[in-house]
């Protein structure tokens, strides 16, 4: 069964970077179709950030211009999003969720979410 | 960008009811429709897949058409479980995106 799970830090400095993790467990990686982030600001909607494919392309919600930046490391079984130059407004719930097969065009499993708070 | 329109943002209904959800994407996305649902602090789950597939462990209840543009999350008959935000999300293009949800809540 495919697990994935959320880490990083609840709260950041406006200015700076954001940056979680999600690790995946009872699955490699490297087999994954597509990997994504997506987020949540509190009382909204569902916000797509971008997604990393198996081959190494990356797609980037153009909203968010070249402040994301999503990668994988296979030594820990883990991908990552980094988020440049945050503000009040990047405040949001983060999940990380997964396209497994590649005959597939959807996201499960889901992890199930990080809060992460921008503020001094 | 493929835009995906979603109607109406809330709804009230009660169990028992027929509930009808829609989404209208800006151009053809041939069946790269999915639905999602998600109760208050938790993760969303999938319900629909590519339009019409339902995925396992969801109840027959819940179902999907597409018409065109145009796609459709039924719920045949509101359980009190049901009660949740509703989304769907197009994957046509590898710039995905989502509706903007639809509430339903109690009449």
């Known amino acids: 069964q495919v697990q994935l799970q959320e880490s990083g830090p609840g709260q950041v400095k406006p200015s700076e970077t954001l940056s979680l993790n999600c690790a995946v467990s009872?699955?490699?990686?490297?087999?994954?179709?597509?990997w994504g982030w997506i987020r949540q600001s509190p009382g909204k909607g569902l916000e797509w950030l971008g997604s990393?494919?198996?081959?190494?392309?990356?797609y980037y919600n153009p909203s968010l211009k070249s402040r994301v930046t999503i990668s994988v490391d296979t030594s820990r079984n883990q991908f990552s999003l980094k988020l440049t130059s945050v503000t009040a407004a990047d405040t949001s719930i983060y999940f990380c969720?997964?396209?497994?097969?590649?005959?597939?065009?959807?996201?499960?499993?889901w992890g199930q979410g990080i809060l992460v708070t921008v503020s001094s | 960008d493929i835009q995906v329109t979603q109607s109406p943002s809330s709804l009230s209904a009660s169990v028992g009811d027929r509930v009808t959800i829609t989404c209208r994407a800006s151009?053809?996305?041939?069946?790269?429709l999915n639905w999602y649902q998600q109760k208050s602090g938790t993760a969303p789950k999938l319900l629909i897949f590519?339009?019409?597939g339902l995925q396992s462990g969801v109840p027959s209840r819940f179902s999907g058409s597409e018409s065109g543009t145009n796609f459709t999350l039924t719920i045949s008959s509101l359980q009190p479980e049901d009660f949740a935000t509703y989304y769907c999300?197009?994957?046509?293009?590898?710039?995905?995106?989502f509706g903007g949800g639809t509430k339903v809540d109690i009449k």
């Open positions: 990393i494919y198996h081959s190494g392309n990356t």
């Open positions: 999300q197009q994957t046509f293009s590898p710039f995905l995106s």
């Open positions: 590519a339009a019409s």
């Open positions: 969720a997964a396209c497994i097969r590649s005959q597939d065009f959807w996201f499960d499993p």
């Open positions: 151009q053809i996305i041939s069946s790269r």
């Open positions: 009872g699955y490699s990686i490297n087999n994954g179709y597509y």
